[in-house]
């Protein structure tokens, strides 16, 4: 077993663990249990990404099937391998569902044995789907996604949770049969499926119609989980009804797997058929950006803010992308990253905060900063980090997809800017709503972070601010995996 | 010591972060070591300036972000113009921390607002000393988060969350023409570095529509930043914070930074005139519509806000007519005299607990040292002869005069009459006339504020005479100096201009004292026989109203109509698919019902399809 195996599927030891002690009533003992299991893989992943530093190539395969279809041979074997891109994921991953398992302990009240099983389980998936090197692959562990999430929803989300559970499902199940769809056409095109082979075959690319279906049909099937508009509304119902701690995993990680796929599918395999479809993309960026940021401003409940403000924030990538050059790119990669975290840290807030007023209703919350100062300056911070404040990392994924659109469509560019100021007026009025004001006495005497919140929350920003100071950090592990992506398009 | 020049705004931050983790473990010793450090990053900045005088320039940079090919760095850059703002800062930074420590004894968040207060400091030291548009950009930003902490410092009054608010907001409005201009002046000069813009600037690399374009953009920036019509709203309501922070951030440091950069750019101004007209009808707008809205104000700290705004419109009427010299020489004057003025209505607000002028009077007995600061500064911003402002305001005038501007210098001079008309009618009504509240409970100053005032109130006496046509221009020689982008630019002035604006500056103050003193002639029947423009002067021009009605209700309107996609659009296509699929797992299998027979449904229609191109592409 590889170092690669060993990181995807080492989140088995915690659930075998918890199984193993599936009777105890011991929430204590579950909790430290999950919290120790959910360490492996974060050390794993450290030292992984410590070896893609040091240039060693991380590549598995193991012989799976070969089989005779017409006169040709279709390979489909089991390969794992990571890039630039799926390595800060992967960290991403282990980072914040640490965290979120960390967390847990205080936001779920009901079985919480099962609850960690889940999360471990939809761990190994994303972990698998960041680290498999070929489609088939990827789709399998990307159904395994789907499954934890299915139920970590629908059994321990808020009050609509099963409407939530069930909009998740449709939307992503559709957007899979899509992308099995496409994933089939390329597989039965080229005999295998595998990552740099099926990038190969393609780069003779002399036919555009077909390149340009192919990217369609990505776009549409990545295009769910990213989402793009109208697609969306799944997601809106997930980020209001899921508990929180599943949010910082959905918003943080899995929403990332849209702009994960774009990039290294759809751009890298075709880079012709996005060129054709750049404007388009471009124009649905645009809608993203300020149809989310517009819609953030009108929401009264904390967590539709975020919901809409992600929509807002994924027209960034699709911006980025469409620019198609190395700046738009490199910017679509660190928004992923950077939403990832600042995500993270804002749900983690969120739960922070229901656990304590049971609401986030922004007509309900009033001058929190006076009895809460730390969680209201943390959700201050995190509203800054959202508004793309410079010196945290949102505002380096901001700058750089603005530098790359504005060389190949400024004017787009231009408009785009106006989603940057909605983005101020959205945050600021529901976080000052919040904290600043006078203090209602609502909810009586209101406890301030505890050690391991804070712990939590300061991790997540220091990766914020530190990807916001030292942006080399990020642009130097990208810089071979953006330059083999950029191979295509010729820039 | 140079090389150190980085330590300068660092000292400041490390307060800022120590204050913020220690919070309520430190309190005085707290914001004693701001001051301290604060301290420190003066002495450091004198020391770098005195090496300054015999190096020029210093530049220092490292790597910070690699895209593809591109290479952006960070650094610092020393050169006359940054020295200066420099020391400057520094300095005003320091009189204010010093003068906090009397100012806020007895508020209970006093490590927050010094914490607050020194990452303001570090934020304007780093963007004096950028070597680059980029990093200008992310202190540009990062003294906006300053000044919206301190705005909203009473996080729980509503009118400062909502100053807070709008001030961030406003200047974001303004950043975008910055950021727009700062990226489309990278593609087409390939760099961000000042030096490289300049040089291909003035090697014609540029088109000269796009150089228009781009120099419009970045004074949009400027224009929010420094409270320019019509950006300028935010200032006003920016006073919520407290008064020390007026001082420092809303009156002589932060404001001032869009002067500062149309300076830093100018070699990008100066290669097209279109734009430079701008400026100069921008700025010389604001200088007469704020200084007319001034006339009128009751709050005190209302009437210095919009002299603010007066003041920065000279300032960029200035640039705008090439007074390059004039216009940085008056950025440095007016930060003395402005930061006094804010400090003595500061001791003012302390002592009697009020803003409003119409309920003060009288002060001059109980505050004495305080009345004199204040008239010394007034008399300097009012351009009186031999005080500061004197100068400073007289080299403008000269320059707009010089290039041709005969309408606007006109403008220029009614607004220097009414600085000299509103300045005076408060110092009177503030501390002459009838005392309206009970004087003897006012406490003593303490010396920590005293200090501070009476060291501006030197500077703002004597600070016009580093750059004059009798002793000698220093400022502009440093300035200038032998820098070839700035040989066409104007200085020096002329003794007509002298008298009629020392005349203009006398007749106000004299009009002033009639009015308000003497009382020769009635407030209320002036009011009256003016009752429309003063409506229109108290409610300052219903800008307020009229962004409302516009953008704001704009904005919830275009809210309001996603609103009704959401529901109506997005709402559909959602019970579409719904529908589709239980139709499709219904016929699938009657007998099951319930989500996660649908998941399966989706799943073996996949499957379906999969086998069903297998069929058709290859075949079995």
Not at chain 2, 13 to 39: E, H, P
Not at chain 2, 280 to 304: E, H, M, P, R
Not at chain 2, 589 to 601: E, F, H, I, L, N
């Amino acid at each position: 077993m590889g170092t690669l195996s060993l990181l995807v599927f080492s989140p088995a030891i915690g659930i075998l663990a918890l199984l193993m002690t599936r009777n105890s009533d011991n929430n204590q003992r579950t909790h430290v249990l999950a919290l120790l299991s959910s360490f492996i893989p974060l050390l794993l992943s450290i030292f992984v990404f410590a070896l893609f530093q040091g240039g060693n190539q991380l590549e598995e395969r193991v012989s799976w099937i070969t089989f005779q279809v017409a006169e040709r041979t279709l390979t489909l074997d089991y390969e794992l391998a990571v890039d630039g891109f799926s390595v800060l994921l992967i960290i991403l991953t282990t980072v914040v569902s640490l965290l979120a398992i960390l967390s847990a302990r205080w936001m779920v009240n009901k079985d919480l044995n099962l609850f960690f099983i889940f999360m471990l389980f939809l761990e190994i998936g994303t972990l698998g789907v960041f680290s498999a090197h070929n489609l088939i692959l990827f789709f399998v562990f990307f159904e395994i996604t789907l499954i934890p999430m299915f139920f970590l929803i629908g059994k321990w989300g808020g009050t609509d949770r099963e409407e939530a559970a069930f909009r998740y499902i449709i939307y992503n199940g559709l957007g899979s049969m899509l992308l099995l769809l496409a994933i089939a056409v390329i597989f039965i095109n080229v005999g295998n499926t595998n990552f740099s082979v099926v990038a190969d075959f393609f780069s003779g690319g002399e036919q555009k119609r077909f390149q340009a279906g192919m990217a369609i049909a990505l776009l549409l099937a990545f295009g769910v989980k990213l989402p793009i508009f109208p697609l969306h509304s799944w997601m809106v119902k997930v980020h209001v009804h899921a508990p929180p701690a599943l949010v910082m995993i959905h918003a943080g990680v899995l929403l990332k797997i849209g702009a994960y796929g774009l990039i290294k599918f759809g751009v890298f395999f075709f880079p012709e058929g996005f060129e054709i479809l750049a404007p388009v993309i471009a124009i649905l960026g645009l809608i993203n950006l300020l149809y989310g940021a517009f819609l953030a401003f009108r929401q009264t409940e904390l967590r539709a803010v975020l919901a809409y403000s992600s929509i807002s924030h994924m027209g960034l990538i699709l911006l980025g992308v469409a620019a198609l050059n190395e700046a738009g790119i490199q910017g679509a990669i660190f928004q992923a990253v950077s939403h990832g975290l600042i995500s993270a840290l804002f749900f983690l807030l969120v739960g922070i905060l229901l656990v304590r007023t049971q609401t986030t209703h922004l007509k309900r919350l009033s001058g929190l900063a006076r009895l809460t100062p730390l969680l209201a300056g943390y959700f201050l911070v995190a509203a800054l980090a959202g508004l793309g404040l410079p010196g945290m990392s949102g505002f380096v994924s901001e700058f750089t997809v603005f530098l790359g659109i504005f060389k190949t469509m400024p004017v787009i560019g231009a408009i785009g800017t106006l989603g940057l100021i909605m983005t101020v007026v959205y945050f600021l009025r529901a976080i000052l709503n919040m904290t600043f004001g006078s203090y209602r006495n609502t909810f009586g005497n209101l406890k301030d972070l505890r050690t391991e919140e804070v712990i939590s929350a300061t991790i997540l920003l220091l990766c914020i601010i530190g990807i916001g100071i030292f942006p080399n950090s990020v642009a130097l592990t990208i810089q071979q995996t953006l330059e083999t992506i950029l191979v295509g398009i010729g820039g | 010591m140079i090389e150190f020049v980085w330590l300068i705004p660092t000292l400041p931050l490390l307060t800022f972060i120590l204050l913020t983790i220690l919070r309520d473990k430190v309190n005085q010793t707290g914001s004693y070591m701001a001051i301290c450090l604060t301290g420190m990053a003066f002495i450091l900045s004198v020391l770098v300036f005195i090496q300054l005088i015999d190096a020029g320039t210093a530049v220092q940079e490292w790597e910070w972000i690699t895209i593809g090919s591109i290479q952006i760095s960070f650094g610092t850059l020393l050169n006359p113009l940054n020295g200066l703002m420099l020391i400057l800062v520094a300095f005003i930074s320091l009189l204010i921390h010093i003068y906090s420590l009397g100012y806020m004894e007895r508020d209970q968040r006093m490590t927050t607002f010094f914490a607050y207060l020194s990452l303001f400091t570090a934020a304007m030291l780093g963007l004096v000393i950028s070597p680059n548009l980029l990093q200008f950009y992310v202190f540009w930003e990062l003294v906006g988060l300053g000044s919206f902490l301190l705005i909203g410092f009473y996080y729980y009054k509503n009118s400062a969350k909502n100053a807070a608010q709008k001030a961030f907001i406003m200047t974001r409005v303004g950043d975008m023409g910055l950021l727009i201009g700062l990226i489309l002046l990278f593609w087409q000069t390939g760099s961000l570095q000042f030096e490289a813009i300049f040089s291909a600037i003035t090697g014609g690399d540029v088109e000269g529509s796009m150089l228009t374009l781009i120099a419009i953009l970045i004074f949009i920036g400027a224009i929010g930043k420094s409270g320019q019509f019509p950006l300028h709203t935010w200032l006003p309501d920016a006073m919520e914070g407290p008064t020390p922070v007026s001082a420092l951030i809303h009156a002589a440091t932060m404001v001032a930074a869009g002067v500062y950069l149309v300076a830093v750019m100018y070699p990008l101004y100066m290669a097209s005139t279109t734009a430079l007209m701008v400026v100069t009808v921008v700025g010389g707008f604001t200088a007469i519509y704020a200084a007319s809205i001034g006339l009128v104000q009751n709050d005190i700290k209302q009437v210095l806000a919009y002299s603010t705004i007066s003041q920065l419109g000279f300032m960029m009427l200035a640039m705008g007519t090439l007074g390059y010299t004039a216009g940085v020489f008056h950025l440095f004057t007016h930060a003395f005299f402005k930061a006094l003025l804010f400090l003595a209505a500061g001791v003012v607000i302390h002592a009697i607990h009020t803003q409003n002028i119409k309920q003060m009077g009288g002060l001059h007995q109980r505050l004495k040292l305080t009345s004199i600061t204040f008239a010394i500064g007034a008399l300097a911003i009012s351009g009186f002869p031999l005080f500061s402002g004197f100068f400073s305001k007289e080299e403008i005038l000269s320059a707009v005069w010089a290039d041709g501007q005969y309408g606007l210098w006109l403008v220029a001079l009614v607004a220097a009459f009414l600085t000299s008309l509103y300045m005076f009618r408060l110092y009177f009504l503030v501390f002459h006339g009838e005392s309206k509240q009970r004087l003897d409970q006012i406490g003593l100053v303490p010396k920590t504020m005293k200090i501070p005032m009476s060291i501006l109130a030197v500077f703002s006496i004597f600070s016009g005479f580093f750059n004059t046509s009798w002793f000698g221009s220093y400022l502009g020689d440093w300035l200038i100096g032998d820098n070839q982008m700035l040989t066409n630019t104007h200085h020096g002035s002329s003794i007509g201009v002298m008298l009629i604006a020392s005349i203009i500056s006398i007749g106000g103050i004299i009009l002033a004292y009639m009015i308000y003193v003497k009382k020769s002639f009635d407030q209320t029947s002036l009011q009256s026989s003016f009752s429309g423009t003063y409506k229109l002067l108290a409610n300052k021009f219903f800008m307020d109203e009229f962004y409302h009605t516009s953008f704001v209700k704009g904005a919830k309107g275009v809210g309001k109509i996603f609103v009704y996609v959401e529901r109506y659009g997005v709402g559909f296509l959602l019970a579409f698919i719904r529908e589709m699929l239980t139709t499709l797992s219904k016929s699938g299998s009657k007998t099951q019902t319930g989500q996660t027979q649908t998941y399966a449904a989706v799943a073996f229609l996949g499957m379906v399809l999969f086998t069903a191109i297998y069929i058709l592409k290859g075949g079995y």
